[in-house]
C-alpha cells in the first residue's frame, strides 16, 4: 500500500534519485535534465517551504519501494501549485491519481480555501488524464515561466 511520508533532511539520496533522472525532469520547467547542484537547491528549498509553513512535500513509498515524490507549495499567485513525480518504474499504473487521492485531502486542511492548481506540458497527454482523472479541471493553457506551453489544471 502506497503512503506518504513527510521529507526530511535524510530524504535527499531518495530525492536524486528521481531529480537526477532525465525522464523525469524532462516534464519539469524546461525540461533540461538537472545537476546535482540544481537537485540539492530545489530539495532545500522544498524543505525550507515547509519550515516556513507555506509548502508541504511527500515522499511517495510502497513499503521500501520509492514510488515518487509528491508536494504543494503556495505559488506567487497564491494557489497551491501541486506536483507529482513518479519513478518510471511506476508510470502507467495509477499511481498519480491514488497519490492526489491522498495529497489533496492534506492540502485542503493545511491551506483552506485556497485553490489546488497544476501545470501539465500540453505534449504530455499522461499528465493531463491523471489531472482529470484526479477531478482537476482545464483551466487553459499558456506559457509557463520556462518558456514552455502548459496547460494549467484546478481543483473541483
Same mark, same amino acid.
Given at each position: 500500500m502506497i503512503?506518504?511520508?513527510?521529507c526530511? @533532511?535524510?530524504?535527499?539520496d531518495d530525492f536524486? $534519485?528521481l531529480?537526477?533522472?532525465p525522464?523525469?525532469?524532462? %516534464?519539469?520547467?524546461? =525540461?533540461?535534465? #538537472?545537476s546535482r547542484?540544481?537537485?540539492?537547491?530545489?530539495f %532545500?528549498?522544498?524543505?525550507a517551504?515547509c519550515g516556513?509553513?507555506? =509548502?508541504? #512535500?511527500?515522499l511517495a513509498?510502497?513499503g521500501?519501494?520509492?514510488v =515518487? $515524490? !509528491?508536494?504543494?507549495?503556495?505559488?506567487?499567485?497564491?494557489e497551491?501549485?501541486?506536483?507529482?513525480w513518479?519513478?518510471p518504474d511506476? #508510470? =502507467?499504473?495509477g499511481?498519480?491519481?491514488?497519490?492526489?487521492g491522498l495529497l489533496? *485531502? !492534506? !492540502?485542503r486542511?493545511r491551506? *483552506?480555501? $485556497?485553490v *489546488?492548481t497544476? +501545470?501539465?506540458? !500540453?505534449?504530455h @497527454?499522461?499528465?493531463a @488524464?491523471m489531472?482529470r482523472?484526479?477531478g482537476? &479541471?482545464?483551466d487553459?493553457?499558456?506559457?509557463?515561466r +520556462?518558456?514552455?506551453? &502548459?496547460?494549467?489544471? $484546478?481543483?473541483?
Amino acid at each position: 500500500m502506497i503512503a506518504l511520508d513527510p521529507c526530511t @533532511a535524510e530524504d535527499l539520496d531518495d530525492f536524486l $534519485v528521481l531529480a537526477l533522472d532525465p525522464r523525469i525532469t524532462a %516534464r519539469i520547467g524546461d =525540461g533540461t535534465p #538537472w545537476s546535482r547542484e540544481t537537485a540539492v537547491a530545489r530539495f %532545500r528549498r522544498g524543505l525550507a517551504s515547509c519550515g516556513r509553513g507555506d =509548502g508541504l #512535500w511527500f515522499l511517495a513509498r510502497d513499503g521500501d519501494d520509492l514510488v =515518487g $515524490v !509528491v508536494l504543494g507549495e503556495l505559488d506567487h499567485l497564491a494557489e497551491i501549485e501541486i506536483g507529482i513525480w513518479l519513478a518510471p518504474d511506476h #508510470w =502507467g499504473q495509477g499511481h498519480g491519481r491514488a497519490l492526489l487521492g491522498l495529497l489533496l *485531502p !492534506v !492540502v485542503r486542511l493545511r491551506f *483552506p480555501g $485556497v485553490v *489546488p492548481t497544476a +501545470y501539465a506540458n !500540453v505534449d504530455h @497527454a499522461a499528465s493531463a @488524464a491523471m489531472l482529470r482523472a484526479a477531478g482537476f &479541471v482545464d483551466d487553459g493553457t499558456l506559457t509557463g515561466r +520556462y518558456g514552455t506551453e &502548459v496547460t494549467r489544471f $484546478v481543483a473541483r
